[in-house]
Every structure is written in structure tokens, then in C-alpha cells.
């Protein structure tokens, strides 16, 4: 019974995607001989929490009743009053929650304060299933990064646009369709400076919706090519677009640049290139906590280089275009030992009409070992 009750916290939680950050995705059911008396989710950034939210909507006293929620019920004042407290004072007879704050500082304070006034707690209730719906936060709670997740389509023999540089389209529209509900629910979209001079793309989250929202773009450009005529720099979006570059970065076009509204961050790297890493610490410090990184083969061989990447999504479609000189995914100099290879865990695989959809985590473990090695060569 536990579990029915949970999951419906899961979907209520979901339906705050792409508001709630850099807070978690929370969602909250209270339920009273053996009914459901109220729901509730955190909508988005500084309105009241899922638990707050379900006191508003309860239908009948919550006194007595139990209350389930899909992460440990907070304890300090932040934008809101602790939820912990509330709950006391509501008199809700127990609590049911999936896992505890991922937060260092905070962590258990919630279930501690709950059994001190006598309410019993239930925690771990699907915890794997509650830790995958808030893996962006716990990654940015917990290591002060975005959580970064490398989107690519690719044909059956792994080329991402023909020998003429066409990629329009390697996908289907289903599938394509699906990357703009990803846009929708990350904070940022990030490409690279080629894939600008290529495809000039806007970057925006098109979906049939009024609640609809456009990420954060972010375009790594080095030397500041970029120009700026580019359709990534939109006024009519107030997502706005952050160029990441270098010291390299031209005085004047820097404030042409600032003049049309673009956010300038340099991280200076070797050979003259962004430093994707501490790039990942900027966005931090402006609370951007997701990316989706929507680049080309140099891009995204310079992203998993660096360990910034913690999700592969790839979309595979039904087709073979060959040609030795067609880009794939990954380029960049490749790796030499088969065992240096970026594996995937917790692999799950989805269709898209006619395309395949392959996801997975990046095994930090595995990437650890291959850095480690290439420092002792």
C-alpha cells in the first residue's frame, strides 16, 4: 500500500518539471482511513511546498492522518517556513517518505524533528525510484554542479550528419519532439560555437503548451566567434544566452555582445579552449543546476574528457548513411585501450516510433580509473 501511495507522490512531483530548480521535485499525499484526502507539489521556485500545497488542498481535518512524500520533509527556513514544522502542527498521525534530503547540512534534521514530537517515520519507501526523479538535484546539492546530460541522434552506423554535413534530419519527429520536452525541464541547453556557424539554431523548448519555458543557452565559443546575428541570441526569450569563452574574446565584440543582452563567462583551459569543468562551477554560482548538452562530436569528446557528462541519451535511427569522413557523436582523439572506454549503468532502452532511445549514467567509477591512468602514463 505504501508503494500505490508513493508513486502518486512521484507524479505529482513530476508535474513541477523544469519550475522547481534549483529546488527538488517533490510531491505530497495525505491520506485518512484509507482514502485520499489531499494532494499537493511544489509548482515552482518560491511557491509553497508539496506538503504546504496539500494542507491547502485538503478536503477534510488531516489531523490523525499519514502523510507520504518523496523526500524528507524539510527543517529550516529558506524561501518558505520548514515543512516539518507545519506537519507537527497539522497533527498528521505518521509519515511516509521515500529518502532523506541529499543536502549534507539538513540531512535526517526533518525525520529527526518529526520523531522528537512523537509522529512515527517510514523512510525509504521506492528509494531508487525517488532518487532517479531528483538526480539532477541530488548532483547539485551534493557537488555543487550542474547535472549535465549529453543528447545525441545518430544513424545504425553512428554517424550524426552525412559526408556533405547534412543532418536534417537524423531523427524522427517523435523523438525530436522529446528533446524539446527535455529542453523544457532542464535549466540550460548547451552547444559549441560549430554547431552555431552550422545550424544557427535557436535553442528554444517548442511544445504545444502555455506553460511552456525556454532553458538557458549556452554557447561555448572560445575565441568569440560567434555572430551576432545568431538566432541563439533572442531578445523575445527572457532565458537569455551565456557565451563561454575565453580571455581570447575580442574587447569590443565583448561589449557588442553585452549591449544585446548576452552574459559573458570566460573560463580560460589549455591550448586556448574553455575549461569545461570550472565552466560547470560558473553555472553553479548562478544556479543553474542541469544542462543539456545538445553538441557536436568535438563538443561532446571534450565534455566526457573533462567529466562534466553524467547522463547519456542517444536516439538511433533506422538508417545507414556510411562515408569514412561523416561525424559521428565523439570525436576528438579517442581513447586506446578498450578498458579506457566511458561505460553506461542503469541502462534503459525506449522506442520513439520508428528510432531507439538508449539512456544510461555515466559509471564515474570506470571514467575515474581511465583519468588515473592517463596521469600515471
Request: aromatic share 4%.
Amino acid at each position: 500500500m505504501h508503494e500505490r501511495y508513493m508513486q502518486r507522490t512521484f507524479e505529482l512531483a513530476k508535474l513541477g518539471w523544469g519550475r522547481t530548480s534549483p529546488n527538488p521535485l517533490v510531491g505530497a499525499v495525505i491520506v485518512k482511513d484509507g482514502r485520499i484526502i489531499a494532494e499537493g507539489y511544489h509548482a515552482k521556485r518560491g511557491c509553497a511546498h508539496a506538503e504546504a500545497a496539500a494542507f491547502e488542498n485538503a478536503k477534510e481535518d488531516v489531523r490523525g492522518a499519514t502523510l507520504y512524500v518523496n523526500l524528507e520533509p524539510c527543517s529550516h527556513y529558506g524561501r518558505t517556513p520548514p515543512c516539518a514544522k507545519a506537519i507537527i502542527e497539522k497533527g498528521i498521525g505518521k509519515v511516509v517518505t521515500a529518502m532523506t534530503d541529499p543536502n549534507p547540512k539538513v540531512a535526517g534534521r526533518g525525520i529527526e524533528m518529526l520523531k522528537e514530537a512523537g509522529i512515527p517515520v517510514v523512510c525509504g519507501v521506492l528509494e531508487k525510484e525517488a532518487e532517479k526523479l531528483n538526480e539532477i538535484f541530488i548532483k547539485y546539492i551534493t557537488q555543487k554542479r550542474p547535472f549535465v546530460i549529453m543528447k545525441t541522434a545518430m544513424t545504425l552506423d553512428g554517424k550524426i550528419a552525412s559526408v556533405s554535413g547534412d543532418s536534417k534530419w537524423i531523427s524522427g519527429e517523435a523523438s525530436r519532439q522529446y528533446v524539446h520536452t527535455l529542453r523544457n525541464r532542464v535549466a540550460a541547453v548547451m552547444v559549441g560555437i560549430n554547431t552555431v556557424l552550422a545550424d544557427n539554431p535557436s535553442l528554444t523548448a517548442r511544445l504545444d503548451s502555455e506553460t511552456t519555458r525556454d532553458p538557458v543557452r549556452i554557447v561555448v565559443d572560445s575565441k568569440g566567434l560567434i555572430p551576432l546575428d545568431s538566432r541563439v541570441i533572442n531578445p523575445e526569450s527572457s532565458a537569455g544566452l551565456i557565451l563561454a569563452t575565453t580571455t581570447a574574446l575580442d574587447p569590443e565584440k565583448e561589449k557588442r555582445l553585452v549591449d544585446r543582452g548576452v552574459r559573458i563567462l570566460k573560463a580560460d583551459g589549455s591550448g586556448g579552449h574553455v575549461d569545461l569543468a570550472k565552466l560547470m562551477d560558473e553555472l553553479c554560482k548562478l544556479e543553474i543546476d542541469s544542462v543539456l548538452l545538445e553538441g557536436g562530436g568535438g563538443l561532446n569528446a571534450a565534455a566526457l574528457d573533462s567529466g562534466i557528462v553524467d547522463k547519456v541519451i542517444i536516439f538511433i535511427a533506422p538508417k545507414i548513411i556510411g562515408g569514412k569522413e561523416a561525424k559521428t557523436p565523439v570525436e576528438g582523439s579517442g581513447i586506446e585501450i578498450m578498458d579506457h572506454a566511458v561505460k553506461l549503468q542503469d541502462i534503459s532502452i525506449g522506442r520513439f516510433d520508428e528510432d531507439i532511445l538508449v539512456e544510461g549514467l555515466v559509471n564515474c567509477e570506470t571514467t575515474a580509473e581511465k583519468k588515473e591512468s592517463e596521469v600515471r602514463l
